[in-house]
Nanobody
């Protein structure tokens, strides 16, 4: 079992920045592909970014490319999402997820088998 706990969400003005953290317990994250997803009210949960097992490779959704950066610190068993130049359309609940079976990064939420409880990010215009 893997327990994931997100933190760092909040209210920020458009153009501002936030850094989300995802701390894991139960098992080490170093052997898992990790991802961030988000879900806005009335919308499907969508892929934001993923990071490979070593942290050397990342994959971003087009909507956040150049603004968001995913990273991981395996020694701290933590994954991060640095969000810059935030826009009102980034408002959503952000979820951290672990894919314990794949070797490559994916954007399909069905391959991720452990999820955190989510943290709210609200961007005001």
């Amino acid at each position: 079992q893997v327990q994931l706990v997100e933190s760092g969400g909040g209210l920020v003005q458009a153009g501002g920045s936030l850094r989300l953290s995802c701390a894991a317990s139960g098992r080490t994250l170093s052997t898992y592909v990790m991802g961030w997803f988000r879900q806005a009210p009335g919308k499907e949960r969508e892929f934001v970014a993923a990071v490979g097992r070593s942290g050397g490779t990342t994959y971003n959704a087009d909507s956040v490319e150049g603004r968001f950066t995913i990273s991981r610190d395996n020694a701290k068993n933590t994954v991060y999402l640095q969000m810059n130049r935030l826009k009102p359309e980034d408002t959503a609940v952000y979820y951290c997820a672990a894919d314990t079976r794949s070797w490559s990064m994916g954007r399909d939420r069905t391959v991720y088998d452990y999820w955190g409880q989510g943290t709210q990010v609200t961007v005001s215009s």
